[in-house]
């Protein structure tokens, strides 16, 4: 059994332990070790959290001081954590350098990693706690890695509910307030209204947010909700028949909002608005896009039917287009069905990009000429007999030639 520092202080970046096994492993592929420490500081991946990073010092002989000093860049008789996991309460420190057995080490965890986490991890709490009391649910699922922290719950929510637990938890913050955590006793467990996902045994671990949120949690937290800086939930959505809400807390939250302030201010610019009116600018441009569409569409659409009627009494006709939506393509195809019993094809784009093609006929197979041209050119597509479309990576001169000895004209 590992013991486990994190469990008590949280904030404790640096221990010395002795190194209880060592086994070679593979890890990602590549040569790794297993090591076993008597106690550890570092998290394991548990509990949908991704576990810490950091290095282990060989201790000089006889020293038994902490690595308070060690700078975490440095290569010079250190050993990198890859990964950390824990099973029946041993914790294993996967590295990339072996240790020999009773060999006394330093452990130095990633501290902004850590403190990150302790943010998002806290923010969770205030978040969930505020969703189980207010609206009566349950989060049923959590993650939190570098990218992204989300949170399923067995509800849904209006958009003003979103609003409402997004203050009500900004609230606990700003009362900056201590976090308490404890391990009650088994008589004591009982008298507690907790949450957790499951039935536990043995030392229940519980971490308390007075008047927010109480929760069976083995992960590290902050000691004062201030710390946690901000709680931002930046999107929900229906998943599962409930929920799922991403949060960003604290640093996070921070860069999140920084970016998407320099996107508004580039929007600005763009649009020659002040922030306060590109909304209506963006929706001012918006209209005239749709307006050019709608007229490129029309124009689009009495090209091709121009085109169609240049070729129209040719056996085979072909339509060649450099632009076209794949409506009108369909639609100069089937202009074209209706006046002879070939093949009818349409390719639209140019040589260097490729071209999208349907081609159609009331009585021949689509899908023997289709087959035919993958033999010869590379084709993406596929259809039924009297019509198939795709595309296909070839030149307009090679395509031609292809129809000619094929007998197709």
């Not at 606990?172 to 088994?186: K, L, M, R």
Request: proline share 2%.
């Amino acid at each position: 059994m590992t013991v486990l520092l994190y469990d008590r202080d949280a904030y404790k970046t640096d221990f010395i332990a002795s190194v209880f096994s060592c086994e070679p492993i593979k890890y990602s592929g590549k040569d790794a070790f297993d090591i076993v420490l008597d106690q550890t500081a570092f998290f394991p991946e548990q509990g949908g959290q991704d576990c810490d990073s950091g290095k282990l010092f060989i201790c000089g002989e006889g020293k038994d001081a902490a690595c308070s000093d060690k700078d975490d860049t440095e290569d010079v008789n250190s050993i990198n954590v890859l990964h950390v996991s824990i099973k029946s309460d041993v914790v294993h420190h996967i590295c990339d350098i072996p240790v020999a057995a009773c060999t006394k080490v330093c452990g130095k965890i990633c501290w902004e990693q850590r403190f990150d986490r302790m943010q998002q991890h806290s923010g969770e709490h205030l978040v969930s706690g505020t969703v189980h009391r207010f609206f009566g649910a349950d989060n049923v699922g959590f993650h939190l890695s570098a990218r992204e922290v989300t949170l399923d719950f067995n509800t849904t929510f209006e958009e003003n509910d979103i609003a409402f637990i997004e203050d009500t938890v900004n609230r606990a913050i700003y009362e900056n307030f201590e976090t308490h955590i404890f391990f009650p006793s088994a008589d004591e467990l009982k008298t507690l209204d907790y949450r957790s996902k499951k039935e536990l045994t043995g030392q229940v671990r519980i971490v308390e947010y007075p008047g927010y949120d109480m929760c069976a949690c083995c992960a590290p937290h902050v000691k004062r909700t201030g710390e946690i800086g901000s709680i931002r939930i930046v999107a929900a959505e229906h998943f599962k028949g409930g929920t799922r809400m991403w949060i960003e807390c604290g640093k996070r939250s921070l860069i999140s909002a920084r970016a998407q302030l320099n996107d508004t201010r580039a929007i600005s610019r763009i649009t020659s608005a002040k922030i306060s009116e590109i909304v209506p600018a963006v929706e001012k441009i918006s209209d005239a896009l749709k307006d050019a569409r709608f007229k490129l569409v029309k124009f689009e659409r009495d090209s091709i039917l121009a085109l169609a009627d240049e070729v129209r009494a040719e056996k085979n006709p072909i339509i060649w287009i450099d632009a076209c939506d794949q409506d009108n393509l369909r639609l100069g195809v089937n202009t074209l069905v209706s006046g002879t019993d070939g093949y009818c094809s349409a390719f639209c784009g140019n040589d260097d990009d490729g071209y999208r093609f349907i081609i159609a006929s009331s009585s021949k197979d689509c899908r023997a000429l289709i087959n035919s041209m993958k033999s010869a050119f590379e084709i993406r597509g596929g259809g039924s007999p009297d019509m198939v479309q795709g595309t296909i990576k070839a030149k307009r001169s090679e395509i031609a030639v292809f129809y000619t000895e094929a007998g197709i004209e």
